[in-house]
Structure formats: C-alpha cells, structure tokens
C-alpha cells in the first residue's frame, strides 16, 4: 500500500476544508449561500459523479470480479446499518441525533476520498470496480440514509417513519440508472459523458468547503472537546474496520477484492452527513465535528489499519 499516497489526498481535502473555513470569515460564504450550494450537490452534482462512475470506465471489465464485489457491497450496506443501530443504542445516544450517529456509522468518504485514493493506488480502471460501492452507498444513503437522518427533527426523536417522498430522488434516480448502464454496457456519446463528468468533478471541493464553512461558524473549542466525537471515530474508524476484517478475508480470496473492500470500509465519515443533517433538520454541527476529526484522525488510522491488516 502507498501510504505517502493516502497522506497526499487527505491534505488536498483538509487544503479544501480551510478554503471555506477562509470563506466563511471572509463573509463571502454564509447561510444563504451554504444552503443554496447544499441542494446544488445534493439533487445535481453528487448524482452526476455516480453516473460519471459507470459511464467514464475505461477498459474491459472483469465480470466475475463485478459479481463478487457487487455481493460484497450489498452484504456490507446490510451489515452496516444493523451494527450501527446496536452501537447507537448501546452507547445510548440522545434521540436528537441518533438518525445522523447512525449515518456517520453506516456511510464512510468512499466517493469523495475513497475515489481518488483507489485510482492512485491500483489505477484509472479500479475506478469502475470502486464505484460499486459507490452505487450500493447511494441507493442506501438517498433512501434509508435519508429517512433516519429526517427523524431526528421530528417531534421528541420520534421512531422510523418511512417518507415516500424522500426515496424519490435525482439521487436514487441516477443510481439505478448506472447499475442499469453498467450491466447492459452502454456507451454514451463523448460529449454527453465530458458534460457529466464536469458537473460531477465539483462535488468534493464544493462538499469540502461546506463543511469548512460549517466549522467556521463553531468555537474552535467545540471541534476538540466533545467527547462524543472521539468515541465515534475510535468505533467508526478502528473498531468496526478490525471487527469486519476477518469475515471479509474468509469470504474474500482475490486479493485485490480485499484490498478494496477493505480500503472502503477504512474511510473517515462521509462528508455528505453534513449536507444531509443541514437539508433535513439534524445537527449539521456535530456531523462537521465527526467528518472533520475522522478525516484528520484518518492520516494515522488507515495506515495503522493496513499495516496491521495486510
């Protein structure tokens, strides 16, 4: 594994974070602003990168190789929320953030780090293999991702509510669709593919600097102080990966296939639990505080993850 690597690509995004902290200060960023660019990667951006995923492959692909990881990713998105419901419980979080705790346990940076991460280790091409984790993420996260964060802004913490509504977005939309593009093999023309990869490339400086917007608007204190972030990232970032470990070598002979699985379940938080706790009404500020620790804490977990699991 190329540690130097994995170094590089946390400093380009934590770069990204201080330029929005920078715009927050600066007033050029603020509510409005943060809000308007939140529904901009939410319903456009962030589905154009899935598309992108599958339609921007390159090469021929290994189809056993596809199967097996499309069944690792689903058994892994059904694990994830069952572990994260018990530990939610266990460590008796309060019910007004329970929805978001859940998410930052399901939902690691697969997209916005574990990309760009993967293709300087393993090249271009694992991209496509990369992005089926990607797929399975966002059908979770557009649908139950959604639903669990909502209901910590109903009244009293109230229990699961299924919204309709709230599976019936451009998000779940597309990822569908690039399951239905991938298996069938489409092409689509050049052009069409060079516009949606260039919507899609604003995804991660935009996501980043929102959430350095949001952390502007803390006292510094709040993001090193709250106990509560801590006990996430040693759960989410070391435990649950070293908990997982075993079972996904016993089911898991190619070596390549565990790497990258494994390199998926090592993320820090996801960054879109901002976006999410911000759009629908849940602590956005505890979400930014776990995203930001994680990702800073994540320079010394992964390579402490691979160098005890590889």
């Given at each position: 594994?190329?540690?130097d690597?994995?170094i590089?690509q ?7 974070i201080?330029?929005?902290?920078i ?5 050029i960023m603020?509510d409005?602003?943060d809000s308007g660019?939140?529904?901009l990667?939410i319903?456009?951006?962030?589905p154009?990168?899935v ?9 021929e692909k290994?189809?056993s190789?596809?199967?097996?990881l ?6 892994m998105?059904t ?5 994260a419901?018990?530990?939610?419980k ?6 007004s953030i329970?929805g ?9 940076n ?10 300087a280790i393993?090249g ?10 990607n797929m ?11 639903i669990?964060?909502?209901n910590?802004?109903?009244?009293e913490?109230?229990?699961f ?7 019936l977005?451009?998000?779940?939309s597309?990822?569908?669709l ?17 516009a949606?990869?260039?919507?899609g490339?604003v ?10 917007s949001?952390?502007a608007?803390?006292?510094p204190?709040?993001v090193f ?5 801590y006990?996430?990232v ?7 990966p070293?908990?997982l470990f075993?079972?996904i070598k ?5 070596t390549f296939?565990?790497?990258i699985t494994?390199i998926m379940l ?6 879109t639990s ?20 994680s990702?800073?804490l ?11 699991c590889?």
């Amino acid at each position: 594994m190329q540690i130097d690597v994995i170094i590089n690509q946390l400093v380009i995004l934590f770069i990204l974070i201080g330029v929005g902290y920078i715009l927050r200060k600066t007033k050029i960023m603020g509510d409005a602003i943060d809000s308007g660019i939140t529904k901009l990667i939410i319903y456009c951006t962030m589905p154009a990168m899935v598309l992108n995923s599958v339609i921007s492959r390159t090469g021929e692909k290994d189809v056993s190789l596809v199967i097996e990881l499309i069944i690792i990713a689903f058994a892994m998105y059904t694990i994830l929320p069952l572990i994260a419901f018990v530990i939610t419980k266990l460590l008796r979080i309060d019910k007004s953030i329970q929805g978001i705790y859940q998410y930052l346990l399901i939902f690691a940076n697969v997209g916005f780090m574990g990309f760009p991460l993967v293709s300087a280790i393993f090249g271009p091409d694992s991209i496509l293999y990369a992005g089926i984790f990607n797929m399975f993420f966002n059908l979770l996260a557009y649908s139950y991702g959604v639903i669990i964060v909502s209901n910590d802004s109903a009244s009293e913490g109230a229990g699961f509510k299924l919204n309709a509504k709230a599976l019936l977005t451009p998000g779940i939309s597309v990822s569908v669709l690039a399951l239905v593009l991938f298996f069938l093999d489409v092409r689509v023309p050049s052009m069409i593919g060079e516009a949606v990869n260039y919507v899609g490339s604003v995804t991660t400086p935009l996501a980043m600097m929102i959430i350095g917007s949001t952390l502007a608007k803390m006292n510094p204190k709040e993001v090193f102080t709250d106990i509560r972030v801590y006990v996430y990232v040693i759960v989410r970032s070391i435990l649950i990966p070293l908990a997982l470990f075993p079972l996904i070598k016993f089911l898991i002979k190619d070596t390549f296939s565990l790497q990258i699985t494994f390199i998926m379940l090592a993320m820090p938080a996801a960054s879109t639990s901002v976006l999410y706790a911000k759009e629908y009404g849940s602590d956005e500020s505890f979400a930014a505080r776990c995203v930001f620790l994680s990702t800073l804490l994540s320079v010394l977990t992964i390579p402490l993850l691979l160098i005890i699991c590889f």
